[in-house]
């Protein structure tokens, strides 16, 4: 049974082209999601703007401000807190991020990371491809853990990588596949069907053994 305002709040650090499609989604119906606020570390991050003109509420915590990387989390954790959402989204959230912050909301934190994890954990990974000849690439969701990049994978998309690639082709190429990959993992746990058990990701009650692909 789907639920149908899943409540939902986004860390952005950079112009939020995947929170700009959540938003179009949610806004048309499509996905039943309830975006109560979106957090950024960095003042000048454009997705600000994009949740802005959706008036959907924005905090601004700048981690430059802040001695330690605890003390920085304190004040993410506390900031998503106050709008009890059922999961929380990253979407170019780009801090690495304590324990703390990530064990509070285990099983109900999802990040998206362009290449096909394990592979590529980090940056750079569409210069990490086409350095290493790979014929392929793609996007990954996966449940946030302690190991950076490193969490359960749920799904992912793949590309052919072309002769013609460079890495400004590749990042709009994967842009275009996770526009269509994160809404369907947020559908997904929108309507009960993920779960995260035993740093395991199940997947309508079964164990997933390998990522689902999504065309």
Not at 11 to 26: C, M
Not at 53 to 80: G, K, L, V, W
Not at 123 to 129: G, P, W
Not at 156 to 161: D, E, F, M, T
């Amino acid at each position: 049974m789907t639920q149908k305002n899943c409540r939902v709040v986004v860390l952005i650090s950079g112009e939020g082209s995947n929170l700009q499609t959540l938003i179009d989604e949610s806004a048309q119906g499509t996905l039943p999601v309830s975006i109560e606020a979106v957090i950024s570390n960095r003042p000048d991050a454009g997705g600000l703007k994009r949740a802005q003109r959706a008036n959907i509420p924005t905090h601004i915590i700048d981690h430059t401000e802040f001695s330690d990387r605890y003390s920085f989390d304190i004040q993410i954790i506390d900031a998503i807190l106050k709008y009890n959402p059922d999961l929380v989204i990253l979407a170019g959230y780009m801090r690495i991020m304590t324990p703390d912050l990530v064990n509070r909301f285990s099983g109900r934190m999802i990040n998206i990371h362009p290449s096909l994890l394990p592979k590529y954990p980090g940056l750079k990974t569409h210069q990490r491809a086409l350095e290493n000849g790979d014929s392929e690439h793609g996007s990954t969701v996966h449940f946030v853990t302690e190991v950076l990049d490193g969490g359960p994978v749920i799904a992912q998309s793949k590309l052919n990588i072309t002769n013609d690639d460079n890495e400004t082709t590749l990042i709009q190429k994967i842009k275009r596949l996770e526009h269509k990959l994160y809404p369907h993992v947020i559908q997904w746990f929108a309507d009960n069907r993920l779960a995260l058990r035993d740093n395991q990701t199940y997947f309508d009650g079964e164990k997933l053994q390998h990522p689902i692909i999504i065309e």
